[in-house]
C-alpha cells in the first residue's frame, strides 16, 4: 500500500517537472534557447564608413535586446575587431573574430578582404552579412555564405552610365582606386557604358593609399586627353585628394565634367554637415548617394546616435549608416526564425583542419556552425522594413528595389537633380512613388532638373576637346592645272587658296571649339588628278576629309559621305548683253533671211498645188493671172488661220 501511493506520487513529480520542462523550451521542438548567441562585426573603425556604422551597430543591438518580441530570453552580444584599413590585419583579425564562435559576421567593410574571408566562411558555414562591400564580382555562387546587405556596384555604375547616356556623351575617363572594389566597379561600368553605346577611353588606376604627388601625375596624364568627362570611383579616405589636385591643376573650370560614385556623399555625410573644403573642391560635381525613403525613423535615430557617438561629435545619417543598423535586425530576425524552427546553436570541429592539429597556428579553434546552411536560408528568407526601406532580396542575392539620388554640389551645399532606379531608370520622381505608376507617365518626362556645371555654367558641357599632342586632320585638295579657282597652290602659310578653301575655313569657323588641320596637296601638277582616286583616299582614311569642286556622283557616294553642295551642277555660258531700241519690225529677227525665204517658197509651193488640183473643177481658180495669183493667197492664208483656230478648240476642249 505504501509503496502504491510512493509510485503515484512519484508519477506526478515526473509529470509537474515534464511541464516545466517543456515550458521551459518555449515551443522549440525539444531544444532550449541559448542565453546568448554572438554576433561579429569586421570594419574599420577610424574610416568614413566605420565612423558611421560603428554606433548603429552598437545602437541596433541594444535595441534588439530591449525589445521582448525579438529573441526573448536570449541576449544578443556583439565582438567587434578592427581591419585597420589593410587587408593582412584585416584577414587575421576576421579569423580571430570566427575562433570565437560568432554566428555571424558583420561585415567585411572591404570587398578585398571579402573576397578572402568569403573562403573561410564557406568552410564554417557561418553567413558574411556586409553593409559596405559593392564589389559586384562578390558572387552567391562562388561565395554562398557572403549576403550583400547594400546595393552592389552593378547596379550603381548602371545609374552612371544612364547619366552619361542621358547627356550623349562616347567616351569617358575612370578614375579608381586598383584594389578588388575599384576594378569590379570599374569592369561593371565597362559593360554599363557599352550597352549606352558608349566607351571607357582610358582607365586610369591609383594605388591604394596613393599620396597627392601620384594622383596629380595621373591627372596631369589625362588631362592631356581627350575626353574631359570623368567618373571618379575610389575609396571614401582618400577620394578628396583628387579633387582638391584636380582644382590646383585647373581642371575643376568649365568644360569638365566630373561624375563621383557614392563614396564623395559618404564623406559629406560623415560630417554632419557639407564641410566648406569639401564644398569648394567639388563645385559642379554630380554625385550619386544611395536612396534611402524619409520614414522618418531616421531623424528618431539621430540622438540616440549622438549619445554613442565620441568626443561630442555630431553624427548624421548616411546610407552605410542604415545599411548597418538594418544588417543588425537582419540577423536578429534570422536566428529568431532559426531557433523557432528547432535548430541548436552548437559548433563542431572542421574535419578540414583535424590534419593540422597540434600546430602553431591553433586553427583548430576555427569550428563549423552546425545547421549554418539552415540559418542562411532564414537570412535570405527576410522581408521587413528597416531604416534604409524594405529589407528583402532577390534570387541572385541582391537587395530588392535598388535606387540612388542623383545629387550636384554647388554653392555651399547640394541639391538633388533626379533619381535612378533599376525599374524606372532616370526620374525626377522618388523611386518609391512610381512602383504604383505606369512607366509611360508624365512624371517621368523629365529625366534630370538642371545642372550646375563646373565654371558655375548651365550649358552642357561638350566632353571632349581636341587632346594637346593630338595629330591635325589631314585635308586633302586637288593639284589642278586647270579650272584652277577652285583650289589652287599657294605660298601662303596654309599652302592653298581658293573659293572651295574658304567655305571650308568659313564652315569650321563656326565650330565651337577649335579644329586644327593641314591641307595636303593630291597630284603631280602636270596633270589634272583623278577626283575618284582622291575620294578613294579619303575612304582609306589617307585623308580625313578632300576638299575642291568634286562632283557627287553614285560609285563615289559608296565609300563618302558629301556635304550639301555650296554650287550649282551644269555648264553656264556667259555672254555681254546689248541693249537695243524699240522697232517694228522686231518681229523679224527670230528667224534669218535664209528662213524667211524657205518659208515664202513653201507658201508659193502649197498654193501652186492647190491651184493644179482645184482650177479645173473650181470656177474660183480661174480668170486672168493675176486673179488665179491673188486666189491661191488668199486661200493659203485662210487655211492656215482655221487650222490654227481648230488647234486652240481642241486645245480647249481638252
Excluded at 580571430?96 to 571579402?114: E, F, R, T
Excluded at 535548430?343 to 597556428?361: E, P, R
Aim: charged residues 15%.
Amino acid at each position: 500500500m505504501g509503496s502504491a501511493h510512493f509510485a503515484a506520487i512519484l508519477l506526478c513529480v515526473c509529470i509537474i517537472a515534464g511541464g516545466a520542462i517543456a515550458d521551459s523550451q518555449n515551443g522549440t521542438n525539444g531544444v532550449s534557447r541559448p542565453a546568448e548567441v554572438r554576433i561579429g562585426a569586421l570594419f574599420t573603425f577610424d574610416s568614413v564608413i566605420g565612423r558611421a556604422a560603428k554606433p548603429a551597430i552598437e545602437l541596433a543591438v541594444a535595441d534588439v535586446n530591449a525589445d521582448p518580441t525579438v529573441l526573448p530570453g536570449t541576449k544578443l552580444s556583439l565582438l567587434m575587431q578592427d581591419t585597420n584599413c589593410s587587408g593582412f590585419v584585416g584577414t587575421i583579425e576576421a579569423l580571430q573574430l570566427l575562433a570565437k564562435d560568432v554566428i555571424a559576421v558583420l561585415g567585411p567593410q572591404s570587398s578585398a578582404i571579402a573576397h578572402i574571408i568569403s573562403h573561410a566562411a564557406n568552410k564554417l558555414q557561418v553567413p558574411l552579412i556586409s553593409f559596405a562591400a559593392s564589389d559586384p564580382t562578390l558572387s552567391s555562387l562562388e561565395y554562398p555564405y557572403f549576403v550583400r546587405a547594400t546595393q552592389s556596384d552593378y547596379y550603381q555604375m548602371s545609374a552612371v552610365a544612364s547619366i552619361i547616356s542621358q547627356y550623349q556623351w562616347r567616351e569617358v575617363i575612370a578614375i579608381y582606386v586598383d584594389d578588388d572594389y575599384g576594378r569590379g566597379g570599374i569592369t561593371a561600368l565597362g559593360d554599363a557604358l557599352a550597352k549606352k553605346m558608349s566607351k571607357i577611353a582610358y582607365k586610369a588606376k591609383l594605388p591604394p593609399g596613393a599620396g597627392r604627388t601620384a594622383i596629380q601625375d595621373m591627372l596631369m596624364q589625362v588631362n592631356e586627353m581627350e575626353s574631359r568627362v570623368y567618373v571618379v570611383h575610389v575609396n571614401p579616405d582618400s577620394g578628396m585628394t583628387v579633387f582638391s589636385a584636380a582644382k590646383s591643376l585647373g581642371m575643376m573650370s568649365s568644360g569638365y565634367v566630373w561624375i563621383a560614385t557614392d563614396w564623395l556623399s559618404a564623406v559629406i555625410d560623415s560630417s554632419g554637415h557639407v564641410a566648406s573644403d569639401a564644398t569648394e573642391n567639388t563645385q559642379g560635381v554630380i554625385m550619386l548617394h544611395q536612396h534611402v525613403a524619409d520614414s522618418g525613423i531616421q531623424q528618431s535615430l539621430l540622438p540616440k546616435l549622438n549619445s554613442l557617438t565620441r568626443k561630442g561629435n555630431r553624427s548624421s545619417f548616411s546610407s552605410y549608416t542604415a545599411h548597418a543598423y538594418d544588417s543588425v535586425w537582419l540577423v536578429a530576425h534570422a536566428v529568431e526564425q532559426f531557433l523557432s524552427a528547432g535548430n541548436a546553436v552548437s559548433f563542431s570541429a572542421n574535419q578540414n583542419l583535424q590534419a593540422i592539429k597540434g600546430s602553431s597556428l591553433q586553427l583548430d579553434s576555427l569550428r563549423v556552425l552546425n545547421n549554418g546552411d539552415k540559418l542562411l536560408e532564414k537570412v535570405l528568407q527576410a522581408n521587413f522594413t528597416g531604416v534604409s526601406g524594405q529589407v528583402q532580396f532577390t534570387l541572385d542575392r541582391n537587395l530588392i528595389h535598388p535606387a540612388y539620388d542623383i545629387l550636384n554640389i554647388g554653392g555651399t551645399g547640394f541639391r538633388t537633380i533626379g533619381y535612378w532606379s533599376n525599374f524606372s531608370g532616370l526620374s525626377v520622381a522618388a523611386p518609391e512613388n512610381l512602383h504604383s505608376v505606369p512607366l509611360n507617365s508624365t512624371t517621368n518626362d523629365i529625366q534630370l532638373h538642371s545642372v550646375i556645371w563646373p565654371g558655375q555654367t548651365a550649358e552642357k558641357p561638350r566632353g571632349w576637346v581636341f587632346p594637346y599632342h593630338g595629330k591635325l586632320l589631314r585635308i586633302g585638295v586637288p593639284l589642278r592645272t586647270s579650272y584652277n579657282e577652285f583650289v589652287m597652290q599657294d605660298d601662303g602659310p596654309d599652302g592653298v587658296k581658293g573659293f572651295s578653301v574658304d567655305v571650308f575655313k568659313s564652315a569650321i569657323s563656326l565650330l565651337p571649339y577649335p579644329v586644327g588641320c593641314t591641307f595636303v596637296l593630291f597630284g603631280d601638277g602636270l596633270k589634272n588628278p583623278s577626283y575618284s582616286d582622291l575620294v578613294q583616299k579619303v575612304s582609306e582614311n589617307y585623308f580625313d576629309a578632300a576638299i575642291g569642286d568634286i562632283s557627287i556622283v553614285t560609285n563615289r557616294t559608296r565609300l563618302v559621305d558629301f556635304t550639301q553642295p555650296y554650287t550649282e551642277s551644269g555648264l553656264i555660258i556667259v555672254a555681254p548683253a546689248r541693249e537695243t531700241e524699240s522697232n517694228a519690225w522686231a518681229f523679224l529677227k527670230p528667224f534669218t533671211f535664209q528662213m524667211w525665204c524657205v518659208l515664202g517658197l513653201l507658201f508659193l509651193f502649197v498654193g501652186t498645188v492647190v491651184w493644179i488640183l482645184e482650177h479645173r473643177t473650181n470656177t474660183e481658180f480661174r480668170g486672168t493671172p493675176r486673179q488665179q495669183i491673188m486666189t491661191v493667197c488668199w486661200l493659203v492664208y485662210v487655211l492656215h488661220n482655221i487650222s490654227v483656230f481648230q488647234s486652240v478648240q481642241v486645245f480647249f476642249v481638252i
